[in-house]
């Protein structure tokens, strides 16, 4: 699965897009838009992006594990060297802790996520201030040449800025189309 990164300068470009693919077969799950106006895309019916794309919430997740998990095995391997409970612990203990610091991880990395613009959308931050609308279109490769085509023709306004290989993958760097 592919994730086509088109800017429109209007809602009502937009909203036209969205029908014209609803047409050739993408359902409003794989179209998503970005836009500072919200209210616009509820009032025309657009489907519009969520916390998931917007935030770097599950990157920074993702991070915030791995460094729980580390801090995790470090104490969990004092708690062993140090036995500072006493010789008999239970070996369930040290996997308890390895669980609660990575969980810790998880928490305070979305949470750093939830305050961050998701870095893949940060290259589009200035087009979206300017008021125009970012649209994903998850695609996959039997439909990439049907959404290209009807992009092309009815929408020339529309501009490819970028390409995603993956399915929304936060941890892969996007590949911006240049001009």
Same mark, same amino acid.
């Given at each position: 699965m592919k994730t086509n990164y088109y800017l429109s300068p209007t809602l009502k470009?937009?909203?036209?897009?969205?029908?014209?693919?609803?047409?050739? /077969? +993408?359902?409003?799950?794989?179209?998503?838009? =970005?836009?500072?106006?919200?209210?616009? @895309?509820? $009032?025309? !019916?657009?489907?519009?992006?969520?916390?998931?794309?917007?935030?770097?919430?599950?990157?920074?997740?993702?991070?915030?594990?791995?460094?729980?998990?580390?801090?995790?095995?470090?104490?969990?391997?004092?708690?062993?060297?140090?036995?500072?409970?006493?010789?008999?612990?239970?070996?369930?203990?040290?996997?308890?802790?390895?669980?609660?610091?990575?969980?810790? /991880? +998880?928490?305070?990395?979305?949470?750093?996520? =939830?305050?961050?613009?998701?870095?893949? @959308?940060? $290259?589009? !931050?200035?087009?979206?201030?300017?008021?125009?609308?970012?649209?994903?279109?998850?695609?996959?490769?039997?439909?990439?040449?049907?959404?290209?085509?009807?992009?092309?023709?009815?929408?020339?306004?529309?501009?490819?800025v970028a390409t995603d290989i993956q399915y929304f993958n936060p941890f892969c760097?996007?590949?911006?189309?240049?001009?």
């Amino acid at each position: 699965m592919k994730t086509n990164y088109y800017l429109s300068p209007t809602l009502k470009s937009t909203q036209q897009i969205s029908n014209d693919l609803h047409e050739v /077969g +993408i359902n409003d799950w794989f179209i998503h838009v =970005v836009s500072k106006d919200e209210s616009g @895309l509820n $009032k025309e !019916h657009v489907h519009s992006s969520n916390y998931l794309e917007t935030l770097d919430v599950v990157r920074d997740g993702g991070i915030g594990a791995l460094i729980g998990f580390i801090i995790g095995v470090f104490a969990a391997g004092a708690l062993m060297y140090f036995k500072p409970f006493g010789p008999n612990m239970p070996e369930y203990v040290y996997l308890i802790v390895l669980a609660l610091f990575t969980l810790f /991880g +998880i928490w305070e990395g979305g949470l750093a996520g =939830v305050a961050c613009e998701n870095r893949k @959308l940060a $290259k589009f !931050h200035d087009d979206l201030e300017e008021g125009k609308y970012l649209i994903l279109i998850y695609v996959w490769k039997k439909q990439e040449q049907a959404v290209k085509e009807v992009m092309a023709k009815k929408h020339p306004e529309a501009e490819l800025v970028a390409t995603d290989i993956q399915y929304f993958n936060p941890f892969c760097p996007l590949k911006r189309i240049e001009n």
